[in-house]
Structures are given as C-alpha cells and as structure tokens.
C-alpha cells in the first residue's frame, strides 16, 4: 500500500508503517482522492506493481463502459428511446479463445444493423467466467455486449446462422434479452474485475461503438484527470504531444503534479494550486451538452 507524504515527514510512508504512524504524521492513504486530499508541497507514491495498474485500468474501464452506456440509450430528437439488450457470449471450449473473435462478431453485427437500416450502437466487456475459474482454476474469457435497437427491431441470436449467413458467434453459446437496467448489467460484472491481469495476452477488455462525435467527446472528457475538468469543457481541449491543449486559444494547460521515477514506483509531488472542485458532470461553454 503506498501512502502520501506530507512535507513535514521524514521520507516515504508504505505498507505497515502508513498502519503505525496514522494521521499524526500527516499521512494520507492513496484510496483517497488526490485531489481532495494533497495541498501545494505534498507529494504521494503511486506503486507500478500489477495490482496497481490494473486498479488504474478498470478505473478507466468503468468511467467509459458508464459513460457510453448513458450516453447510447438517449432518445433521438424526434424517436422513441432505443431497446436496450443484453448479449453474453461464451466459449465451448475452454482453450478456445483468439484475439480476432469479439472483432469479427461485432463486425457482423454492424452488417446486420446495415441491412436492416437500423443505428448500430453497443458497448461489450470481455469478464473471466467466474465460476469455470473457481472449478477448474482455467481463465475461461467470456463477453458481455449491451446493444440499442430501435422499438420493434429484435436482436438476433448470435450463435445461429440467419438468412443464409454464418452465425455471428460460431464458437460456442449465446444468451439474448431485453436488458431492464441497461449499463447496469454491464457495470455489475465490472464490478467484479479483479482477476483482469490473469485474461489472455492480447485481449481487448471493452468495446464501444456506435456515438457520435458530441457523444465520443464526452466520453473523452470522462477521462480527463479531475483538474483538467474543472477547467475545460466538453469538446474544448484535446490531447497532443506537448500535452493537453485549449482549442479556442491553443494554450498547453500546465498539470499542477511534476511526476519523477523512482524503484518500481512514480512520486508525485502537487507544485500549484488545484483549480476549485465546481462540476460533477460534462459541462461546456461552447456547445449544448448532452445529460449524462
């Protein structure tokens, strides 16, 4: 467990010794919001040991799997809200898996939305089969998909060839219905993420498809770090080589952390003011923003 060091201290705090010094020496468990919780001079050690990342990873996961899922089920001007259905996908045989497998399916899918003159918008997470795991101590890749189909168009089975064309799963078994919750049956089985670091090599863990650009830029902007939020809106900044950068007057905004390596860990170190903490949720002043 690594710990945030308060300038006063005499030098960096983990493990056990966060657990003995406590509060008293201006020590602040990582787990809290660094943004709420560091001041001008304070530095905090991030570990880059496996767990770590891939809390870094799902974080990420999460914020863009919500994000899109809000942002696939509004209605169109003018339509009725989309159908929302949950799609799961599993392999026949354990050892089965290859990395091109979720590309082709939801390949076909978009063809099948094609012909049928419907949008074509989904958002999947590839999940370990939990229970196959336990049983059989084999990381068995399964997936999640969540698609919108408009009022009266039905999702077809993507195990069973249709019209003469091959089936869109052809590996193994599927399961089809209407999803009550919507993105909550997807951030439920994010929530069990913990085994992620142990899939395959190779294998993507999410998908989506389907936004459009005001969509794409508010997901975007999910993922921008806290600071940069409150100061740049939906669509009003955008990620180059020199760093995050204001389209209206081309400015490089300057990130308030200095990042320096050390052995199997990142320090940072806060050296400027963090802007006020003033939105919770996608805003712009340049653009209409959609609820999300």
């Given at each position: 467990m690594s710990a945030v060091v308060h300038p006063r201290s005499p030098g960096l705090v983990t493990g056990e010794a966060w657990g003995q010094a406590g509060a008293a020496g201006g020590l602040v468990p990582t787990k809290t919001s660094l943004s709420g919780c560091l001041s001008?001079?304070?530095s905090v050690l991030i570990s880059l040991g496996a767990s770590c990342l891939a809390e870094r990873r799902v974080a990420r996961l999460k914020r863009s799997v919500?994000?899109?899922?809000?942002?696939?089920?509004?209605?169109h001007l003018g339509h009725r809200p989309p159908v929302a259905w949950f799609v799961t996908l599993t392999y026949a045989k354990a050892d089965a898996w290859a990395p091109d497998h979720m590309s082709a399916a939801v390949h076909a899918f978009r063809l099948f939305c094609k012909r049928a003159g419907v949008p074509c918008s989904y958002t999947w997470v590839a999940e370990i089969q939990p229970?196959?795991?336990?049983?059989?101590?084999?990381?068995?890749?399964?997936?999640?998909?969540?698609?919108?189909?408009?009022?009266?168009?039905?999702?077809?089975?993507?195990?069973?060839?249709?019209?003469?064309?091959?089936?869109?799963?052809?590996?193994?078994?599927?399961?089809?219905?209407?999803?009550r919750s919507g993105v909550g049956y997807l951030m439920k089985y994010l929530s069990?993420?913990?085994?992620?670091?142990?899939?395959?090599?190779?294998l993507r863990l999410y998908g989506i498809g389907g936004l459009s650009n005001d969509g794409?830029?508010?997901?975007?902007?999910?993922n921008l770090p806290q600071w940069a939020k409150q100061l740049c809106g939906v669509g009003c900044s955008k990620r180059t080589g020199a760093g995050l950068v204001v389209l209206d007057t081309g400015e490089v905004l300057a990130s308030p952390y200095r990042v320096s390596i050390v052995p199997g860990a990142i320090l940072v170190r806060l050296v400027a003011a963090l802007p006020p903490r003033w939105v919770d949720g996608p805003w712009s002043l340049c653009r209409p923003v959609m609820p999300c």
């Open positions: 001008p001079g304070d919500w994000a899109s899922g809000h942002l696939h089920s509004l209605a229970k196959r795991l336990e049983r059989t101590g084999k990381a068995v890749v399964h997936y999640h998909l969540l698609a919108w189909l408009p009022v009266g168009v039905s999702m077809p089975h993507w195990d069973k060839p249709r019209a003469g064309r091959a089936a869109f799963w052809p590996h193994g078994m599927s399961e089809c219905d209407v999803a069990k993420l913990g085994e992620f670091h142990r899939f395959p090599k190779g794409k830029q508010i997901r975007r902007w999910h």
